[in-house]
Structures are given as C-alpha cells and as structure tokens.
C-alpha cells in the first residue's frame, strides 16, 4: 500500500471516528447512569424492572435500526456519485418510512406489551416496574426514529459537528433529569422513564434546526415524491437489516429472559455487565461510522483501493480499542461495578460473571467494524446472512451447555460475539482476493 495515502485515510478515519467515540461514550452514560441510580434503591426488583423494560424498548427501537443504516448506506453512494439531489431524495423516503413505523409501534403497543412480558415471565416486581417503564418510554418512538434517519444523513455526509452536538444534548439532558426525577423528586422508575422521553424530543428538535436551512435550500417538490425504484432499494435493505437485527435482538433479549427466570440477582447482575459492554460497544461503533461514510463514498467513486485502505486501518485502531478496553475491564472492572450498585449479592454476581464479559470485549471489535463496512457497502443480504450464523451459533452453543445456568449464557454470547466478526472478516478477504466488489 502507498504509505502517503495510508497516512490521509488513517488522517481521515480518526477525524471522524474520535468526536464520535467522544459523543457515543456519553450515551451509553445514560444506561449507567439509570443503573446506579436504581441500583442504589432498597431492592433488586427496582433494577431488575428498569432492565426488563429497557431491554424491552431497545429491542423495539433497535429493530428499527436499519432506518439509520440504511440511510447512510444510500447517502454515503450518493454523495460519493455527487448526486446531491439523489441523497435527498433517499433522505426523504427513509423519514416517511420511519413515521409509519413509528405510528404502528404506538398503534400496537399494548399486544406487543403482552406478549413480551408473557414470554419474559419474570417476577411479579420485576414484571410491574418493567410495564411502568415500558407504557412511558414507547412515546419516545417517533424522535428515535426520525432521529435515525437524520443520524443516517449526518453520517453519510460526515457532518460530525451536529452529530456529536446533538448526542451530547440527549445525554445530558437524561442524565440531569434522571437525577433530579429518580434523586430529587423520587419518581423512581417512572423518573427515569420520563427523562429519557424528553431527552429523544429534545435531540430531534435540535437536529430540525440544524436541517432546517439545508432542506429549504431543496425547493423541488420532486424530493418529497415516492419514487418506486428508490423504495424498492430501501425496502430491499431495510428488509435484511431488520432480520439481521431480529437476530441480534433475540440473542440480547434471550440473555435477559433466562437470567429474569434465574432470579432477580441475575437479571440485575447481567443488566450491570451487559450496560458495561455497551460502554465499549458505543466506543467502537465510532469508527463503524466512520467506516460507514468512507466506505460508502469510495464505493460510490468505484476505488476499491481507497476501500481497502480505511478498512484496514479501521482495523488496526478497533482492535487496539478492544483489547485495551478488556484489559482496563480485568484490572478495574470490580471497581467499576462497586459504582453501579450497592447491593452486595448484586456486586459479587457480577464480579462472578465478569471475566466472561472481559472475553467477550476481547473479541467483539471485529463484529462491529464489519457492520460498518458492509453499512458502507450496501450489503445487507451478507449482513444478515453472518448474524444468522451466530444466532445459531448462540442457541446451539447454550443448548449444549445450558446446564451451566448464567456460564452457559455467557458462553454462548462470546460465541455469538466471535461468528459476527469471523464470517464477515472472511467473507470481505474473499472479496479482497477476488475484487468482485468493483463489479458490484
């Protein structure tokens, strides 16, 4: 590879990577955040609810996650193509898509509330602080959800500035309100609850000021129009993703429901190490972004080489990332979950299970970097073709072992954590090998 130029995409990742590492650790906070101060609470069944119905609301919002990515998959193609008007129009077809989701998730809100809970079978405490948080926080959907198609565009275009402002203004103000509701005011669950909602509408206003006089600029009619080629792409994508992430869900959900049946103790230790690994998560999906956008554009520009060079110092910074981030996990990691919960079973719980998560990270970075780059890419059907792998790949596994209780769920994530990475890895290294990428 020419040194120069592999010095400019290493230049060019960490310019965006790093303010999105900054912003995307402060949200991740807010589950910490919601957890200590549960957690601090008189019994495990406080924490153990807001873990269920939290679980239960990332579930559905995650689910419809592929209205960020697919969004800046398009855009990112589009940009690359300088085909202003086209990113446009795919930002438009994506914020319609995202209103109709959002309105069905309203509109069924309480079969799905039922039905979920009726699998989880948790506690009855567990299972009434769950709904309460459930039946607040599902009124958040319509700004997560446009938030993720402006997020998509953000990305795509790299305007990091707004993106990292704008997630800076959702985690403070949940922070600060979940001290002053849960602390101050002592609405517990609810509190927190409440300060998330207001928090999302918050973020979504700013991001419509910022858009505001972009989307002025675009006076044509024409953009708002449905346009069936676009809509057939974006449904095409959209549909893979959303399996993927059905996938990625029901393995995260599965963690949950068996650790709620487990007992409350292990409901609420998995919560505090599964907040822990969204923490580093968080931290990495920087430089899946930043994946996304460069990627994307040089795919649309057809330079296979300028592809190749960001994935592999994608690789280089992600890697070292994860494995610091597991190693800080070994040395503090007891510490850290001292911080989240003074609830002494809950502590040496998590401590028990902590060297498991300390792997998981170790290996995890893979997996989300090669997210990003197929986001880049636009393939969605290997996207979820690899999740479905390790979805079978974690049931099997917790089949086998599911005598070991709590250690055979952990077992079976790292397993998981590990095909996500390895089938997608392998999978880009045959196309590196075959360059029929440049032909797609």
Not at 334 to 360: G, H, M
Not at 434 to 439: Q, Y
Request: hydrophobic fraction near 55%.
């Amino acid at each position: 590879m020419n040194i120069v130029a592999l010095v400019e995409q290493q230049r060019k990742l960490l310019m965006l990577a790093l303010p999105m590492i900054f912003s995307n650790i402060t949200t991740p906070l807010l589950g910490l955040v919601d957890t200590a101060v549960i957690g601090h609470l008189d019994h495990a069944y406080y924490l153990g609810g807001i873990a269920v119905g939290s679980m239960i609301i990332s579930i559905l919002f995650w689910l419809c996650g592929f209205l960020r990515m697919s969004t800046t998959g398009v855009i990112a193609q589009a940009l690359g193509q300088n085909d202003l008007k086209l990113a446009w129009q795919y930002f438009f077809h994506s914020l319609w898509f995202a209103m109709v989701v959002s309105l069905l998730l309203l509109l069924f809100q309480g079969p799905v509330k039922q039905l979920i809970f009726y699998v989880i079978a948790a506690g009855k405490e567990v299972t009434y602080y769950g709904q309460v948080y459930f039946d607040i926080r599902i009124f958040s959907a319509p700004a997560v959800l446009a938030n993720f198609v402006i997020l998509g565009y953000l990305v795509a275009s790299r305007r990091i500035k707004w993106l990292v402002y704008q997630l800076l203004c959702i985690n403070l103000i949940n922070i600060g309100l979940d001290l002053l509701f849960v602390v101050q005011l002592g609405w517990g669950v609810s509190g927190a609850a409440i300060a998330s909602v207001i928090a999302d509408y918050c973020g979504l206003l700013l991001l419509l000021v910022v858009l505001y006089p972009m989307i002025k600029q675009q006076t044509s009619l024409a953009l708002l129009r449905i346009e069936k080629p676009l809509l057939k792409r974006l449904l095409s994508l959209n549909r893979d993703i959303f399996i993927r992430s059905l996938a990625l869900q029901l393995c995260l959900g599965f963690i949950t429901v068996k650790g709620a049946r487990l007992g409350d103790l292990y409901v609420a230790a998995n919560a505090i190490l599964l907040n822990l690994f969204m923490f580093a998560s968080y931290g990495l999906d920087g430089f899946a972004y930043a994946a996304e956008s460069l990627v994307g554009r040089a795919h649309g520009k057809n330079d296979l080489k300028q592809q190749h060079r960001v994935v592999w110092v994608a690789i280089g910074w992600c890697g070292f990332i994860g494995l610091a981030f597991s190693g800080c996990l070994w040395l503090w990691g007891q510490t850290w979950i001292s911080w989240l919960t003074d609830i002494v079973p809950i502590q040496q719980l998590s401590v028990q299970y902590l060297p498991w998560l300390v792997l998981v990270c170790g290996v995890a970075w893979l997996s989300f970097l090669m997210d990003g780059v197929y986001i880049g890419l636009t393939r969605s059907r290997a996207m979820r073709n690899s999740m479905l792998i390790a979805c079978l790949g974690f049931f099997t596994v917790w089949w086998l072992v599911q005598h070991w209780q709590n250690d055979g769920l952990w077992l079976a994530f790292l397993c998981f954590m590990l095909l996500r990475g390895l089938t997608l890895g392998l999978h880009y290294l045959y196309i590196y090998g075959s360059n029929k990428e440049a032909k797609n």
